[in-house]
């Protein structure tokens, strides 16, 4: 079947099927709504195959552009274990749905962390590092200062956190809190910066 063909064919069958579907090719596994079963996944043998073939993406959390994801408070310099066991970020989903952190960023330096996917529900906060579910690696947070940018898919930055330099410096043990997050978080915390000062809100 000539290429132009068969890229019309899958253009068609996306057209028109009732249901979100994805883009799909001979030999490709059928992704299907949960329950997920590895074994029963049917596979589309011939490009003639796609049209008769329904596509179910799976329901939840979107890994939406423009989702208010906040970075609450980060532990730089974490007292009771060395640094690179013990540093945490929590970040916490400020938005009215849930959503998947599926490519959102988190950044420090020159180090960037791609998030997995991970599903935060309306107000619920997920600590990375330290005993939290997931891994804060490869990023490093300096006692002396730093600043952690968060970005969503489209690469828009949705949140920074300072400390150091002209903003306040955290004690060993003691978080950094994002302006506005006072209060909420650890009560060993100081408010840190935000978009290129301290203490803004």
């Known amino acids: 079947m000539p290429f132009v063909s068969f890229v019309s064919r899958v ?6 099927a009732a ?15 949960p329950p997920f079963d590895p074994v029963a996944v049917p596979r589309i043998a011939r490009a003639s195959d796609l049209e ?14 423009g989702a208010d994801v906040a970075i609450r408070d980060a532990l730089v310099d974490p007292d009771a274990v060395p640094d690179r066991d013990g540093e945490e ?16 960023r988190l950044s420090c330096g020159r180090r960037r962390l791609d998030l997995p996917a ?12 330290g005993d939290g579910p997931l891994t804060l690696r490869p990023l490093r947070l300096a006692n002396a200062g730093g600043e952690l940018v968060l970005t969503d898919p489209c690469g828009v930055v949705r949140a920074r956190l300072t400390w150091g330099g ?27 910066g935000a978009d290129g000062g301290c203490g803004q809100t």
């Open 89 to 104: 970020v929590t970040l916490v989903n400020r938005g009215a749905a849930p959503i998947e952190l599926t490519a959102w």
């Open 11 to 16: 253009a068609a069958a996306i057209a028109v």
């Open 166 to 192: 002209a903003c306040p410096r955290p004690p060993p043990g003691w978080r950094v809190e994002a302006p506005g997050h006072k209060g909420i978080g650890p009560a060993r915390s100081l408010t840190g």
């Open 19 to 33: 249901v979100p579907v994805a883009l799909l090719w001979p030999g490709a596994r059928v992704a299907r709504e």
């Open 118 to 129: 991970w599903p935060l529900g309306p107000g619920e906060a997920i600590t990375l590092g």
């Open 52 to 65: 008769r073939t329904e596509v179910l993406l799976p329901r939840g959390p979107a890994a939406a552009c």
